[in-house]
């Protein structure tokens, strides 16, 4: 395969490459951040400003599949959480795309957000860009996240019951099903209630 695999911590990476990565995750997870009907250009924006002025996770690490020198894969590791005793609201952003749109996306990120436990590593974003689909990235970037796990570590994440290509996927790779959840605000939010959280283990 001719893709090279790089192991980076956010804010290791360029503001190019930044871009690059949520603009990756933003065209994956349309379906998600898509329900607003903004343009990827605006999405991309608010996930930028959002990102960088109110991040509430310490130095993610993301393994970067690169092709010609394009990123066209991703996974995320999430970094330590570090809650703040007082989050500013992004008033700039409400000026710019109304109350509504922000409240929708703050929303949707605050329920996908997850604290991992001690020698836990979850699996926060995996995305593959659109023309380079099944060619054994997303397998590439776990095994790559698996050998990187050490002994008596596990690796977790979170996948909608509804999406059966992913869950055959992670369940090739030796993760299996450890409950079943019910979330009811991404219920309302993407219309997919039902997920599962998977785990492996070294």
């Keep these: 395969m001719n ?6 911590a956010r804010d290791q990476l360029s503001q190019q490459e930044e871009k690059e ?3 990756l995750l933003l065209t994956s997870f349309s379906a998600k951040f898509g329900t607003l009907h903004l343009k990827l250009d605006e999405q991309l924006d608010i996930l930028v400003y959002l990102d960088r002025k109110y991040s509430q996770q310490l130095a993610p690490v993301d393994y970067i599949a690169k092709k010609e020198n394009k990123i066209v894969g991703l996974l ?3 970094g330590t959480t570090n809650y703040p005793q007082k989050l500013a609201y992004p008033f700039e952003l409400v000026k710019k795309y109304g109350f509504f749109t922000i409240a929708h996306y703050l929303l949707l990120l605050t329920a996908l957000d997850y604290r991992s436990a ?9 995305a593959v860009h659109e023309k380079c689909q099944k060619q054994g990235i997303a397998k590439e970037l776990i095994e790559m996240a698996q050998a990187n796990t050490k002994n008596g570590e ?3 994440l979170l996948v909608s019951a509804e999406n059966t290509h992913a869950k055959r996927l992670y369940l090739k790779c030796g993760f299996s099903i450890v409950k079943r959840k019910r979330k ?3 219920g309302f939010l993407v219309n997919e209630p039902n997920w599962l959280f ?5």
């Design 76 to 78: 995320t590791i999430a």
């Design 21 to 23: 990565v949520l603009r």
């Design 118 to 126: 001690d020698k836990e590593q979850y699996i926060e974003n995996i």
């Design 3 to 8: 893709n090279s695999i790089q192991v980076m």
């Design 198 to 202: 998977m785990e492996w283990s070294r």
């Design 184 to 186: 009811v605000l991404l």
């Design 154 to 156: 596990k690796l977790t």
